[in-house]
């Protein structure tokens, strides 16, 4: 699926479940890597939890 595609069609349920798995799995490290350095992991706890609830959260089938 090229950036085309996403923004000239409404995508069907397989293609909305690859594209958000895409963008969590793109902007999760960044997220991670935020809360350890700059933040020295103050809500690293609370993450860890909302991180649980998002993944389940993300579509495993088509």
Do not use: C, H
């Not at 293609?15 to 799995?25: E, G, I, K, S």
């Not at 350890?36 to 088509?62: A, C, H, M, N, R």
């Amino acid at each position: 699926m090229n950036e085309n595609e996403i923004f000239s069609k409404k995508l069907n349920k397989k293609q909305q479940a690859v594209l958000w798995r895409q963008r969590l799995f793109e902007a999760e490290p960044g997220l991670n890597k935020y809360l350890i350095e700059l933040k020295g992991g103050v809500f690293f706890d609370e993450w860890i939890q909302i991180k649980k609830e998002i993944y389940e959260s993300v579509p495993t089938s088509f």
